[in-house]
Structure formats: structure tokens, C-alpha cells
């Protein structure tokens, strides 16, 4: 069981910064565009973090979060699910106008592996908070830079961006919990998020290539635990677009494995879908109408997040709302 | 038009001519709309590349690309430009996939000694970009560079907004306008930044990448000009830079005098510490595309967008793709 720890990152909140407040040049970024890594946000998915205590030079990782408003503080309320139980240990960032933090997840997550959730939420009762002024829509950003032994790579965080204005509605100082709702729906919910996936191009095994895939499942309650991602569907496509369709199950909240020909199963096996000096690619899909994150990391030569395909509105998180301890 | 045109014209015939049979499966979940701004985690009907290279010896300078068709039922002809960052100027070869094919080839085969970035668009049998049906195309880029970074770029997918072929677009047309205006195409990102990076005294790397994103495909490019930009530390100090840009294409190594910065970025950023950047090009409403690549570990990432621009147009020679 995983402590719920906090106070861990109490940074200079009460530095009140005296900064110039020069507008963004260009267009503003529609809230409603669907959830991305190459977005700002109000709620940010790092599809990864892990770490070895015993060897953090072999395996760890460094993730980031920046607050792009120039004239706001923001709380973000930090949610670090453990890929294989999917119990949640929760901690509080603030970061002042302009800042950006770092931290290292051998030093607040050591031996653990999973991903984080990152949710901006108001500096007093703890609520989702969203786009209060125009001019601090979607401040939120993040990445991971992930070592874990022959695989390493940059991921920046997904990022969802809130549809409503300021507190969450239906979350006050009364309330316990609040549901994250990735719907799509204005002045209710958040940006929607990915159904199915698609990882872009797998180059064979048998010519010392090899792929670490990561999944998320992206349902449950952040106060007690993640739901397991349950059956999954999909399928391989080799270089001719021929398609080798595969599920599986998974009794986890991440799936972290290296595609091989025991994973996933497909007939003929992957080193036959994918011979040598030939490319091919896969796509992913929750057999459950859920939200489904992930990315993949190549050997030697970084990683990505996954290509969302479709979409759905029927993501939700149940969300414990307390006050930021910063 | 640089010459080596024939050499992956040839290569992408190979894989015309092993066009599969169609899997009909789709995906589950809701159609991604094609209203949602340009991002590296959606599909679209136009793909940049935000850098490739191929050095002398591709052992250590190489980049491996890859262009994937993602819809099983229809095959996409595909015309790719790889730019020259240096000149502006393009080369350009088409690719035909077959339904739910993927192509990859190494930068090295086909442009060698050249640096650069690629833009890849869907379009009908004479050449001319296609609509919101063809917005299924994705790729990505793994690079591997002199300098000691590597990492994979995900392609930045643009999507169609309009159905069929761009209005004004024919078989007598010699020419088309990639407007990405928000109304033919998503629009580009008018500022970026580079979110959180650490300081070089303590061992890490960072080279920036930044392309224009104009000019004429069938000559040359347009050239950046200046950047500007503010970097801050992780107190939250502000310092303005600009820096010159000559080519179309940037790459450079953030490190003291690149950016210039008062004091210089190595004491802005100093030991134990972070900082960030946020980029505009100067000049106007111009926009641009752009990566960042890390070391240690390996890692690069294409920049998230701040602003946007609607101003942004590529001029792209129309030719039958001749699949």
C-alpha cells in the first residue's frame, strides 16, 4: 500500500513574483482541441515514471511541470498511480507565475513505476479549477525524460484542458471527492480523451530493434486506486498493411512490456508479421468504452506518447478534493 | 528541384507494388475531429517532420523516417518534400501506400549529407492536396546526430478542413497553397516554447530546432529571419533574447551566447537548477514549427504550441504522383 505522502514539494509560493504582464502574441488555443502533448493544460497525463532506488543511473526518470501564466500562481494536486496495484499516492506542486519545477522520481517515487496525473486545482479548498481568465487558459505542461535500461526517450505530458470557468462546478469547500469528467462538454467537463491508438511504425526485431510498450487505463477513483485496464483489442499491421489482429487482458492499470512474439499473440508471430528489413505498426483499443493513454519507447532511439485514433466521452476520475498544503 | 528526386520516386514504387488486401476493421470511439488543432498524437492529411539528417558517416548522423496510411479500406498518394535547412530549397518524390501500409527509409538513402525538415501531403492522382478524407496519414522520425542527441520526432499532423480536392486545384494546375489558415488546413503554432531544461553544468544537453514554416516548395523556402524570445529560471526571472536565423531551418545548441542573454543562459540556469524558453519568429505573424532534443538520457520532443497563426502559407508544385 502506498503512502499518501505530501508536503514533499513546497516551493516558493509566497515569493510573490513582480512580473510584467505582456500578452502572447498570435491566436489563442482553443480550449476545445482535443487533448494532446503538444497542448497546455489543466490536467496533464505522464504516460510514465519509473525508478530503480538501487540504480538510479540505469533506470529513473525526471519529470517536469510548468506554469505558463505570467500573472497566476497554480496548485496542482499530483496523483502517482502505481502501474501494477493502481493504488495512488497524491502530493501537492504549487508553482508561482512563470515557474517550472523538476523532480526526479527515484527521490519521491523510488522503486515504483507507473504514470501521473496531474491536475490544477484552486489554492484553497482544492477544487478542478478551469479557464478563469482568458489570458491563463491551459497553463499547465510537463514532460518525462525516462532511462529504464536500453530504453530511454523524452515524453511530454498529454495535456487536457478544462471546459468550464474558474471552480469545477458542483465542487465547493463542502465536498470530498469531485468527478473529472473528459467529456467534451462546456461548463461541465474536460477536453476529450483517446479510445484507440495507433504507434506509428514497429521496425523488426530479428534486425536488433526492439519496442517497450506502455498502455494506461485511465478510470477509477484517485482517492482509493485505478481500475485494472481489463481486455484489450487490436491489431499488427505489416509492411503491406496486411492485419494480424491480437487481445489481451490486462489485471493491471498500466501495461509495460516489450512487443515480442509472446507479445501480443498474433498468428503468424510478430518476427513473421515483421521480418527483417521490413516495417510495420499497431493499433490499440480498450475493449470497454474508456479512456486509453500510452506510449512506446525504441531502443537506443527515444520514445513517443501513442497516435490517438478515436475518441470517448466517457472517461471519468474520481477526484479527492483537499486543500493544497502549499 | 534537387536532383536525387529519381532515387526514392524508385524506392516508394517497391512499396506501391505490394499494395495488400484491405482490412475493413475500425477503430471504436468517436471520429477524431478534424477541427483540432495540429498535434504529433493525431492523424492528418499533412505531415511535418521537424528534422532529419544524414551525415557523412550515417553510423552516428542518420534518421530513420516513417509515413504510415491508417486507413484500411483506401490507399493515399503521398508527396514528400524534404527541405534543405540550409538552402530553402526542396526535394521532392511522391510515396504511394496502400490501405493500412507503412513505409520507412533512412535519410541517408535518399538525401544524403542533408539537413533538414519534411513535409509530406496527401493528394489525388494530379497531385493536388486532399481533403478531411485523406486525414489519416502519421509518422515518425528517429534521429540520430553528430552532436551526440538522439531521439524520436513524432510528425506534427496538419489535418484537411475541406472535402475532395483543394478548391482550385486541377489537373492544368502547376501550383497549390497550402493555407493553414484554420479554414483549408489547422493552423501552425505563431509561438512555442521549450517547457523545462536543465543547466549544462550539470551535464545536460539541449539543441533546439526550429523551421519556418513558408515560401514556395518548388524553390525555396522562406528563411527565419530572428528569434525572439524570453527565457526564465525556475524563480521565475524573466530575460529577453533574439537571435539570428539566416536559413529556413534552426539548429542550434542552447548553451551561453546561444541565445544571448543578460546574464548569460548558463547563469540564468545554473547549477541544480531549470529554466525555460518561449519562441516567437520576429517580424510579424509568422509561424513555425520545432523540437527539442536532450541529453542524457536520449530524448527529443516537438514543442508545444502557446499561440497560433492563421498566416502561414506553402506554395507546393502540383504533379501527378503516378500511382
Known sequence: MLKRARLL??????????????????????????????????????????????????????LTITNHSETSANFVHLFFVDGTSGLVASNFICLTAAQT??????????????????????????????????????????????????????????????????????????????????????????????????????RSRTDGHAVLLVLNHIAGDLSGGLNP???????????????????????????????????????PSFTTVIPSGTTGWARFANTSDVPLLGAALFKGAGGVNLRSRTLTSNGTLVFPVESPSC | MRLRTVLIAATATVALASLAPAARAQDPGLAYPATSEMSDTKLGSVLFFNLYSSGIDPSVDETHFAITNGDGTNAQRVRIFLVDGATGSALSTPLCLGPNQTFGLNASQVDPGVRGWIIAVAVDVNGCPLGTEANVLSGLAHVKLAEGFRGTLPAVAVSSLFSGTLPGCDANSTTAALSFNGVSFNRLPRLASVDNFPSRADGTRQLLVVNRIAGNLGTTTS?????????????????????????????AELMNGTPVTAPPMETVVSAGRTGWTRIRIFGGDIAHLGAVLFTPPNGAMNLPTSTLSAASSLTMPVSAPGC
Open chain 1, 9 to 62: 514539494f513546497l516551493l516558493a509560493i509566497v515569493a510573490a513574483p513582480k512580473l510584467s504582464v505582456a500578452a502572447e502574441p498570435g491566436l489563442v488555443y482553443p480550449l476545445a482541441s482535443e487533448a494532446s502533448d503538444q497542448r497546455r493544460g489543466n490536467v496533464l497525463f505522464y504516460n510514465l515514471f519509473t525508478s530503480k532506488a538501487a540504480n538510479p543511473a540505469a533506470e529513473d526518470t525526471r
Open chain 1, 101 to 202: 519545477a523538476s523532480f526526479r522520481a527515484s527521490d519521491v517515487m523510488p522503486d515504483f513505476r507507473g504514470y501521473l496525473i496531474a491536475v490544477s486545482v484552486d489554492g484553497v479548498v482544492g477544487c478542478p479549477i478551469g479557464d478563469t481568465f482568458q489570458t491563463n487558459s491551459n497553463r499547465l505542461s510537463g514532460q518525462a525524460h525516462v532511462k529504464s535500461g536500453k530504453f530511454q526517450g523524452t515524453l511530454p505530458a498529454v495535456a487536457a484542458a478544462a471546459l468550464f470557468n474558474g471552480v469545477q462546478p458542483g465542487c465547493d469547500a463542502n465536498s470530498v471527492t469531485s468527478t473529472l469528467r473528459f467529456n467534451g462538454v462546456n461548463n461541465d467537463g474536460y477536453t476529450r480523451l483517446p479510445r484507440s491508438l495507433g504507434l506509428d511504425e514497429i
Open chain 2, 223 to 251: 528563411s527565419i529571419g530572428k528569434i525572439v524570445g524570453n527565457l526564465w529560471d525556475d524563480a521565475e526571472s524573466r530575460h529577453g533574447y533574439v537571435m539570428l536565423a539566416p536559413a529556413s531551418q534552426l539548429v
Open chain 1, 229 to 267: 485496464m481489463g481486455g484489450v483489442s487490436g491489431a499488427l499491421l505489416g509492411f503491406t498493411g496486411a492485419t494480424f489482429p491480437f487481445n489481451f487482458n490486462v489485471v493491471k492499470s498500466q501495461k509495460f512490456t516489450q512487443i515480442s512474439n509472446s507479445f501480443p499473440v498474433t498468428t
